[in-house]
T-cell receptor, first 117, second 113 residues
Framework: NAGVTQTPKFQVLKTGQSMTLQCAQDMNHNSMYWYRQDPGMGLRLIYYSASEGTTDKGEVPNGYNVSRLNKREFSLRLESAAPSQTSVYFC????????????????FGPGTRLTVL | SQQGEEDPQALSIQEGENATMNCSYKTSINNLQWYRQNSGRGLVHLILIRSNEREKHSGRLRVTLDTSKKSSSLLITASRAADTASYFCATALPLEYGNKLVFGAGTILRVKS
């Protein structure tokens, strides 16, 4: 039982390059999330998927796209990377949507450190 | 101020002392959660307190919630060097606020041995 896994762990891109961050969970959770973490700013929600087949924008979606490939996998794509996207990216999952009355906790992956030059 | 602000931003204590971190928020909430993050790792859930609860315990952790003041505190008793980490509060917002979990900027705790 690996929990939430993310690949790659580290990535360096040049401005304008594209890449996809992969995330998978083996806990049969319905909801999945992508966050970015920048110094002094906590975690900011980029996109989330309440359940398989649905995706919604979070707080900072510009410059990103997501795909909920199946119940297990949720990928984040940077189409044209910019230096402002240098950050640590975390994927998380929860049994149901973490807000609302369902008292869910989120389970986090180890993160991807992305540097855009 | 943002939803979910922790105070202090950083805290340095001696092993064996208690550590208290505070969290303030702005909107109504369904529950409030505390997470821990060790350097270079993902966040790990510590404890959840529902909006109709006032206090909750888990091992050396004690969480209080005051919905009238829109604030929460996390107390770690008898701290250990292994407690050194960043601690985040997260507020679970109801449907009218987007039905989501919003994280604060965190408190960096250093426990000196």
């Amino acid at each position: 039982n690996a929990g939430v896994t993310q690949t790659p762990k580290f990535q360096v891109l040049k401005t304008g390059q594209s890449m996809t961050l992969q995330c998978a969970q083996d806990m049969n959770h319905n909801s999945m999330y992508w966050y970015r973490q920048d110094p002094g700013m906590g975690l900011r929600l980029i996109y989330y998927s309440a359940s398989e087949g649905t995706t919604d924008k979070g707080e900072v979606p510009n410059g990103y796209n997501v795909s909920r490939l199946n119940k297990r996998e949720f990928s984040l794509r940077l189409e044209s990377a910019a230096p402002s996207q240098t950050s640590v990216y975390f994927c998380a999952s929860s049994p149901r949507l973490a807000g609302g009355p369902s008292y869910n906790e989120q389970f986090f992956g180890p993160g991807t450190r992305l540097t855009v030059l | 101020s943002q939803q979910g602000e922790e105070d202090p931003q950083a805290l340095s204590i001696q092993e064996g002392e208690n550590a208290t971190m505070n969290c303030s928020y702005k909107t109504s909430i369904n529950n409030l959660q505390w997470y821990r993050q060790n350097s270079g790792r993902g966040l790990v859930h510590l404890i959840l307190i529902r909006s109709n609860e006032r206090e909750k315990h888990s091992g050396r952790l004690r969480v209080t919630l005051d919905t009238s003041k829109k604030s929460s505190s996390l107390l770690i008793t008898a701290s250990r060097a292994a407690d050194t980490a960043s601690y985040f509060c997260a507020t679970a917002l109801p449907l009218e606020y987007g039905n989501k979990l919003v994280f604060g900027a965190g408190t960096i705790l250093r426990v000196k041995s």
